[in-house]
């Protein structure tokens, strides 16, 4: 270790995020190296190890011969002023070395927020921020993740952009670098080549336009590349690597636990839900896959509980068998297991019974709307009656903890639709008391607002955000309304909310406010402790963005969106018919009742959904 790391990390918080060492990180010797990839990750090590994406690419990589993928976070605030006064650069943690050493940076982006982080790494690692500033093959840099379905804003950042799922992808963009490399190919060569590979996007290989009221004109591309880029995504989950030797943190993070992957996608169309768009189609595994990975996680990590994950767990078709086949190893060791993720209307009381026979912790239900009217706008297909039944058996079996969820600032929503969400608690609360075996321990119930952020490729991408002001006037109108002592009421801030939207459906100048952010004192926009919304507003107005334009102002059909240059897969024309169903309030079948065509099967061989 550098001499200089051993005065500092006695001075910061947490030292061990920044030592590494820990037990499966993969060490390579330099010897046998020919490409080494610094997977950069923009927020901390307790955020980036949680992230199952990360631990999946970082092993598929590092299956490459010759090929040596480290591992990168961005450092707090504290450490980040130690690193800057001594002069030590920002380093890879199996290594050590700075990551300016090495031929590659990938940056997994899932969070608009942070973007600024991604700079802040770049300049912590002597590397010049902008594409067009980086004239040489080496160091190629790009990005991947969910926010990339949008790449605009980053686009002046990036040298290319892997959209969709990387397994492939990722190796496919590593093996034309390594080529090119070793040929001598220039940069241009490099990108013009790569972003022949399904998946790659290549922001400088495509010309933007503007109407003289600042929308999108068009959207050109060069040098014959794409007119769309088609996401890339994995077929088969049974036979896809899956890390079963996973790094073990040496210090705490946030889901710090044993996580396998149920199925990718989604069945829901709720309308508000950019991830159950993108991730389209339903593709699941085995339920003998899913144990099997399950008990080797648990046999080689050592830990005691392990979650089964997906965006919507209570609608795996083999939960049932998957559970008990997990619980036979699970129960004689003392392990656990959790689900994330479960939906009122098809709430099993007969697994949460199995699975949480000793600590019955809270449960939680995101009903997003409070009223019948509003949920079917949004395609949420949750009744109350389904709530309260599910509340009702688990305050029966013994839990006394409910969190609910909602949003403010939906399309078509009104004061009523507000007033309903105090409702809802309140009969939560009557039903507790109605059916609670153990009233003495008392109930908990926390109601919690965030604000309706439209994203890119939702049916909801059209639409307008609710002004801050408007925002916060209906969350005083609920919590005026909430009496219940038993229920607590949180809300999630408008400020960030604003400065998400903004950067969700951004185009490519709003990079220049995001370096503006950054050079006057930005990172770690992800956290309150370092968001400063003034700063933001004086870098738009320092750039001459009206923050309004991209977030509050409702699209037409017609205008050309930044990110209408990303195919994933779901058909426009879908998404426009499930927002002209919103506003009749109706609702459409889930993909397991009947398939809407949205167009997603189009991406599997088959042309069939696992749903």
């Known amino acids: 270790m550098d001499k200089r790391l051993e005065r500092i990390l006695p001075r910061v918080q947490k030292p061990a995020r920044y030592t590494g060492g820990e037990y499966n990180q993969i060490i390579k010797d330099k010897a046998e190296v020919d490409l080494r990839m610094a997977f950069c990750f923009p927020d901390t090590y307790e955020i980036g190890m949680s992230n199952i994406g990360m631990r999946i690419l970082y092993g598929v990589i590092n299956q490459m011969p010759g090929v040596w993928c480290e591992r990168v976070f961005a450092p707090w605030g504290d450490m980040r002023e130690e690193m800057l006064q001594a002069g030590i650069p920002l380093y890879a943690l199996e ?3 700075p990551v300016a050493e090495f031929d590659v940076l990938g940056f997994s982006i899932g969070y608009e927020m942070a973007y600024t982080t991604v700079l802040d790494m770049l300049h912590l690692s002597g590397i010049p921020l902008r594409s067009a500033d980086r004239p040489d093959l080496v160091p190629l840099v790009f990005a991947g993740g969910t926010s990339c379905v949008n790449p605009e804003p980053m686009a002046d950042f990036m040298d290319l952009m892997v959209i969709g799922e990387g397994e492939e992808v990722d190796c ?9 490399r070793n040929e001598g190919w220039s940069k241009r060569q490099f990108l013009i080549a790569a972003s022949r590979i399904e998946g790659v996007y290549v922001p400088s290989l495509y010309e933007h336009t503007y109407n003289p009221d600042g929308t999108l004109a068009s959207v050109t591309p060069l040098e014959g590349a794409p007119e769309r880029v088609r996401k890339r995504i994995i077929e088969d989950m049974d036979s896809v690597y899956f890390p079963l030797h996973p790094i073990v943190p040496s210090t705490e993070i946030v889901h710090d636990r044993v996580n396998v992957e149920l199925f990718r996608g989604c069945i829901r169309g709720c309308r508000f839900c950019q991830a159950g768009y993108v991730y389209r189609p339903v593709r699941a595994k085995s339920p003998e896959t899913v144990a099997r990975q399950g008990i080797e996680l648990l046999k080689n990590t050592g830990y005691q509980e392990a979650t089964l994950m997906s965006l919507s767990s209570s609608d795996y078709r083999h939960l049932s068998e998957t559970c ?6 699970c129960e004689p060791r003392s392990c656990s297991l ?6 009122a209307d098809n709430f099993s009381m007969d697994i949460m019974q199995r699975i949480q026979k000793v600590r019955k912790g809270g449960l939680t239900f995101a009903p997003e709307a409070g009223s019948q009217r509003l949920r079917d706008a949004i395609n949420k297909n949750v009744k109350e009656e389904d709530l309260l039944n599910s509340c009702r058996v688990a305050f029966e079996g013994g839990w006394n903890g409910v969190k609910l969820y909602f949003m403010l600032g939906l399309p078509t929503e009104t004061d009523e639709d ?47 955000q609710v002004p801050m002001e408007e925002y916060m006037r209906k969350v005083t109108l609920l919590r005026d309304s909430i009496k219940a002592r038993n229920v607590t009421y949180n809300w999630h801030d408008a400020q960030t909310s604003l400065i998400e939207a903004v950067l969700s459906r951004g185009d490519r100048r ?11 004192g930005g990172f770690l926009d992800a956290w309150s402790d370092y968001f400063d919304f003034d700063r933001w507003m004086k870098a738009f107005a320092v750039c001459g963005i009206d923050p309004a334009f991209y977030a509050c102002r409702e699209r037409s059909r017609e205008e050309v969106l930044p990110w209408d240059v990303i195919d994933v897969g779901v058909r426009k024309d879908h998404l426009w018919h499930e927002r002209e169903m919103a506003y009749q309030s109706q609702l459409s079948p889930d993909c397991r009742k009947q398939c809407t065509g949205c167009g997603a099967a189009g991406l599997l061989k088959g042309g069939v959904c696992d749903a």
Do not use: C
């Open 95 to 97: 290594s050590g070395d």
């Open 510 to 520: 709003v990079g220049a406010a995001i370096e503006e952010v950054w050079r006057t």
């Open 338 to 343: 959790s689900l994330p993720s479960l939906r």
């Open 324 to 329: 008990d086949a997990m619980l036979e190893w």
């Open 418 to 464: 507000v007033l309903g969400i105090s409702e809802i608690a309140n009969q939560v609360l009557h039903t507790w008391r109605e059916h609670s075996p153990n009233k003495n321990r008392g109930v908990r119930i926390t109601v919690s607002t965030s604000m309706f952020i439209p994203k890119p490729h939702s049916p909801f991408q059209w639409e307008a």
């Open 172 to 180: 496919e963009v590593l093996e034309l670098f390594r080529k090119a």
